[in-house]
C-alpha cells in the first residue's frame, strides 16, 4: 500500500498528525521534515512562522486503488506524448517521467 495523503490548512492540523511532505517557509528552507509527527508547540511555531498549511499522510490506498492509479498515469502519459517527434529527446524525456512517475506509486 502507498500512502495517501491531503492538504489541510495549518488551523485544522492537529497535534499527533504525521506529515506527508517537508514543510518549508517561504525562503524554502526546510522547516519539519517528511515523516514528523505534529505536536501542539510545533503547530504554534509553523503559524509564527507564516505556514499556512501542510500535507498529513492520510492512511493507504489498496492494490486495486493502486493499479487504477499506475493505469491513469500510463494513460495521461500515453495522452501527453501521442505526438512523437521522432527524437531521442523525446525518448529520454519520456522515460524520465515514467519512471519518476512510478517511484512516486509504490
Known amino acids: 500500500m502507498i500512502g ?9 492540523a492537529g497535534a499527533g498528525m ?6 518549508c517557509d517561504h525562503q524554502g528552507k526546510v522547516l519539519l521534515a517528511k515523516g514528523a ?12 512562522r507564516g505556514v499556512e498549511s501542510v500535507r ?3 492512511g493507504g490506498i489498496s492494490a486495486e486503488e493502486l493499479e487504477a492509479e499506475r493505469e491513469r498515469v500510463a494513460a495521461r502519459l500515453a495522452q501527453l506524448f501521442r505526438k512523437p ?3 531521442a529527446a523525446d525518448a529520454l524525456l519520456r522515460a524520465q517521467v515514467e519512471a519518476y512517475r512510478a517511484g512516486q506509486l509504490q
Not at 509527527?37 to 509564527?48: F, I, K, N, P, Q
Open 85 to 87: 517527434h521522432g527524437g
Open 4 to 12: 495517501k495523503y491531503k492538504q489541510v490548512a495549518i488551523d485544522d
Open 56 to 58: 498529513i499522510e492520510d
Open 37 to 48: 509527527t505534529l505536536s501542539d508547540t510545533l503547530l504554534v511555531a509553523l503559524r509564527r
Open 18 to 23: 504525521v506529515l506527508a511532505d517537508e514543510v
